[in-house]
């Protein structure tokens, strides 16, 4: 079966750094995405790592190893924006993203 | 581009009703998904079609779900008849690629309440 594990929720201040991490078990494996989601709005698309390694994308960025099939979503500088789920999606054989349940974060002042 | 388009935004209905939902996908996507949200079960992919055609409906709950796409710029979902575990929040989704497209773009949801 397919299956991604996040942790169910994080708290932080206003300026520190968080990592929200991931970790999957699919059948095959082609890429890693990351989805903000803030209460009663839509998903929107953060990041996709398809490679080992980082990718940066202003304060967000996104951490990939295919070998330990777990990746990480950073956040650096958190603003009270930033409050919102963040929800990993890996794309495995199957013609679909499977999403993971989700990990709501509290950035605090 | 006015992004994907959903239709209620909000409906509320009793228990037996029969109850549509509309999505319209941005224009060019050829990749519609509907998935919905409960916080006991979260996001879940309920059917995906690719140009117009069902690929993948294996998460459709039961009989009472349907869903079509006439056409590359319109779909619903129908439930009926409706119960109070329908309640959710509905997404429609769409993305140009595949069903596994790293991008997707979601609609703002419908809010289904069932009593």
């Known amino acids: 079966g397919q299956s991604l594990e996040q942790p169910s929720e994080v708290t932080a201040v206003e300026g520190a750094i968080v990592q929200i991490n991931c970790t999957y078990q699919t059948s095959g494996f082609y890429g890693l995405s990351w989805y903000q989601q803030h209460d009663g709005g839509a998903p929107t698309f953060l990041s996709y790592n398809a490679l080992d390694g980082l990718e940066e994308t202003g304060r967000f960025s996104s951490f990939l190893s295919r070998s330990d099939s777990y990746g990480y979503l950073l956040l650096q500088e958190l603003q009270m924006k930033d409050s919102a789920s963040y929800f990993c999606?890996?794309?495995?054989?199957?013609?679909?993203?499977?999403f993971g349940t989700g990990t709501r974060l509290q950035v605090f002042p | 581009d006015a992004g994907v388009i959903q239709s209620p935004r909000h409906e509320v209905t009793e228990m037996g009703q029969e109850v549509t939902l509309r999505c319209k996908p941005i224009s060019g996507h050829n990749s519609l998904f509907w998935y919905r949200q409960t916080m006991m079960r979260g996001l879940e992919l309920l059917i995906y079609f690719n140009n117009n055609v069902p690929i993948d409906d294996s998460g459709m709950p039961e009989d009472r779900f349907s869903a079509k796409m006439p056409n590359a710029s319109f779909s619903t979902l129908k439930i009926q008849p409706s119960e109070p575990r329908d309640s959710a929040v509905y997404f429609c989704?769409?993305?140009?690629?595949?069903?596994?497209?790293?991008?997707?773009?979601f609609g703002p949801g419908t809010r289904l309440t069932v009593t």
């Open positions: 999606a890996v794309r495995g054989n199957t013609d679909k993203l499977i």
């Open positions: 989704a769409s993305c140009s690629g595949g069903g596994a497209s790293r991008e997707q773009y």
